[in-house]
């Protein structure tokens, strides 16, 4: 038996495993998809523009000013719907966030209205996807839309 023919096939195993261990974790790192200090803006499926916009964190991790038009259109004399103030939220592995913004009506309150949850995934080229769903005290106007998003 060659004892260093027997070392040197098992240090080249634990190179090679030790290679593909850190090919996994860069895969894992990245799998989110998201431009790292990139701004996105996107429409929601019933084709209102400008809906969403929110940026991403240098390192990825954390989506920031995150705004969104409310997908309720107020018929009638409503008064005008309240909007949600801008918002972050953290970016998991797999490249999905998701946010419960509180609604103030009227303007300027500090009374709850409602709550929008916002998600989203981070797909690759630079686009997003996901759904904002608002719901309001007393119920009857709850409303659910798909967004798109590019950066």
Known sequence: ??????????????????????????????????????????????????????????NGKEVSDLVVS??????GGCGGIGSASPASASISKNGTFKVKLKLVFPPGSTKSAGTETVTGKFLKHGRATGMVSSHFNGGGIDRTVHWTATS
Request: charged fraction near 10%; hydrophobic fraction near 45%.
């Open 1 to 58: 038996m060659n004892s260093a023919g027997d070392l040197t096939r098992r240090l080249r195993g634990s190179v090679v495993v030790a290679a593909m261990a850190s090919l996994v974790v860069a895969a894992v790192a990245t799998a989110s998809n998201a431009t790292q200090g990139g701004s996105y803006v996107g429409s929601y499926s019933d084709g209102a523009t400008d809906a969403i916009s929110f940026k991403v964190s240098a």
């Open 70 to 75: 409310t997908p309720v259109k107020c018929q």
